[in-house]
């Protein structure tokens, strides 16, 4: 480092202009490279952060003009966390979490048996992952059918099995979030399926095939061998996973709408529901930033915990 | 068991013939909701509920529900070609966005080129609800509300587009570059005509990866579009699905007319899709 600026003040000072024209140039090239994107997420996302916190703090209604803007402080925050609806949102967000290490542990054996023990490994890998690629809209409307509570072809099935009162799974708010549940690990399976099929990739096989000479059985090579050395593909996922379950809207709105009587709302959706259906454009601002404030611990959280325990090689 | 091993190993592997056979079971108990869906879009719609499930329509009325669907109140057709439209276009510009900051941040160097990249990557974080309802405002000043023009836009400033391609630049060998710049090729013809083709495999995941997401979008299209005409196939999907309420043979004709361009790229394109899914393409 020191080595560069020492040759850097030795160059003879007539170099000096032509030198700092070409950084010029440089400049202004890279600000004509990256100019379109800087601008698209300055204006698109940027200025609206900013303004959402702005907005957080206000009581207005966005079909009213601008000069109907009242501030009223941490009024909405306080609203918030007595809220029933908000709270329940906030809740089911924390269930919805339970989908992760379901999905992680499914997809993970499942990744195992692909990757060694069958024939078509390709053709299985497209199977699993259909769902994924699939319109969240398209399947959401499928699942409305197939588990309508009195003629959907799952009720039919659990009728015909001699379970006498099956349950109404959407229309009922004690299986609606279970059902959303299942439904969301069906989804996302795929993708967890593929990153752990990579992840095994990067296994040197010789740890396993020195392992076998020690006498290790299956279950052994499992825990000494492939999780710890997965962990950093599972710390991936994992933290992909949360932040992206308080993401879910697609699925919550086109199956249930939050429904029934708020049973799985979770804040994106009542956060849309406020700002769009009920034009509470203040309030719903101030759940944006609630979101914010959590995605931002959730990132803070997940530097703290790389370095405690991800086996990096 | 050393001389287990090796018996097996000479003869038909049994283990892995019971595995496949297991994991096709698996696989298709797995696909048994697309399963039932293709099959009731052929039924008549008296027959969609008759248990046990018929999986082979008893009596056939594909051609007329997918008429329906197609040509009907709610014509498909009109979806599919705005659909196309708007993600045609958006894959275009973000791909074109997002390589030309890829290549500024990555080959040119310029004062301030590290924040400004920290800032675009710490926008990535932001969850895209929390900043609907300012967005939402913003476009109806801009006159950007309920357009094809709007909703292109919103998909056309990618950060994971410009990380990835990033990543594929700095992963390009120098020599390439310096090699055009002895040559006096300024930073548009390297980019164009060097740069780029270069990363070309990176650029076509990126490409499907954006096609897809556009396409099977929902929140974008449900918030920035008011007017019928300009619905696309997801927000249609939906609106048919509650006005036929009853016509469920009808309703799985569209889900299944909605599904399967998409299954078409994504087995044409599988690779590219799993390469980018394995660089941590979650949508965005």
């Known amino acids: 480092m020191s080595q560069i600026s020492r040759t850097g003040a030795g160059i003879p000072l007539s170099a000096a202009p032509r030198r700092s024209r070409q950084r010029l140039k440089e400049t202004l090239y890279g600000y004509l490279f990256i100019g379109p994107m800087f601008l698209g997420v300055f204006v698109f996302t940027v200025l609206p952060i900013l ?7 206000t009581d207005w209604s966005f079909i009213a003009g601008l000069d109907k803007i009242k501030w009223n402080g941490l009024d909405n925050f306080e609203r918030l966390f007595r809220d029933p609806i908000f709270l329940k949102s906030l809740q089911n967000n924390f269930y919805l979490l339970v989908t992760i290490p379901v999905t992680m542990i499914l997809s993970l054996l499942l990744a195992i048996v ?8 390709d053709l299985f890998k497209v199977v699993f992952f259909m769902p994924y690629i699939s319109s969240i809209v398209a399947v959401a409307i499928v699942y409305q059918v197939l588990f309508h509570p009195s003629y959907g072809p799952v009720n ?17 708010t004690h299986y609606a979030l279970i059902s959303v549940m299942m439904i969301q690990v069906w989804v996302s399976i795929g993708f967890y399926l593929i990153i752990y099929l990579a992840g095994l990739q990067n296994i040197p096989k010789d740890l396993y095939e020195s392992a076998d000479i020690d006498g290790a059985n299956a279950w052994h090579k499992f825990r000494s061998i492939t999780v710890p050395l997965l962990s950093p593909t599972s710390f991936f996922l994992l933290v992909t996973g949360v932040i992206y379950s308080f993401r879910i809207f697609d699925l919550i709105a086109v199956l249930t709408a939050g429904g029934p009587a708020g049973s799985t709302s979770v804040i994106v959706y009542y956060l849309y529901d406020s700002a769009f259906n009920n034009l509470k454009t203040g309030y719903a601002s101030s759940m944006a930033v609630v979101l914010l404030i959590l995605t931002l611990a959730i990132t803070g959280l997940q530097w703290l915990a790389q370095k405690k325990w991800v086996n990096y090689q | 068991m050393t001389e287990q091993t090796a018996a097996t190993k000479r003869t038909v592997p049994f283990g892995k013939i019971a595995w496949t056979v297991l994991v096709a079971i698996l696989g298709i108990v797995f696909l048994l909701p ?7 879009s052929f039924k008549l719609e008296a027959d969609v509920f008759n248990y046990p499930i018929e999986w082979i329509p008893s009596t056939w009325n594909a051609v007329q529900n997918y008429t329906d669907v197609w040509n009907g109140q709610y014509p498909f057709a009109h979806y599919y070609w705005n659909t196309i439209k708007v993600t045609l276009a958006t894959t275009a510009i973000s791909v074109c966005v997002s390589s ?22 710490a926008t990535y974080m932001v969850p895209a609800q929390a900043i609907l309802v300012p967005q939402f405002v913003l476009y109806r000043w801009l006159g950007l509300f309920d357009s094809h023009f709007g909703l292109v836009l919103l998909g056309s400033f990618s950060v994971f587009g410009t990380f990835m391609l990033r990543q594929f630049f700095l992963g390009l060998h120098p020599e390439y570059l310096e090699s055009a710049k002895l040559d006096g090729a300024g930073h548009i013809r390297t980019f164009v005509s060097i740069a780029l083709p270069l990363v070309k495999p990176a650029v076509a995941t990126y490409a499907i990866l954006r096609f897809i997401w556009t396409w099977n979008d929902y929140q974008n299209p449900l918030i920035f579009l008011r007017s019928d005409g300009l619905y696309t196939l997801q927000l249609a999907m939906r609106k048919f699905a509650d006005m036929y309420t009853q016509h469920y043979a009808l309703i799985m004709a569209g889900t299944v007319s909605a599904i399967v361009p998409l299954l078409v790229i994504f087995v044409v394109g599988q690779k590219q899709v799993i390469e980018g899914i394995s660089f941590g393409g979650v949508k965005g």
Not at chain 1, 156 to 172: C, R
């Open chain 1, 51 to 57: 303004a959402v916190i702005a907005l957080s703090i």
């Open chain 1, 114 to 121: 692909l990757n060694k023990h069958v024939f078509l490994k």
């Open chain 1, 156 to 172: 039919q099935a659990l009728i015909s099995l001699g379970v006498g009162n099956p349950p109404k799974w959407l229309a009922d």
């Open chain 2, 34 to 40: 697309f399963l039932w869906m293709v099959s009731t």
């Open chain 2, 100 to 121: 030309m900051a890829a290549y500024g941040f990555s080959v040119i160097r310029f004062r301030g080129r590290g924040v400004l990249f920290m800032v675009v990557l």
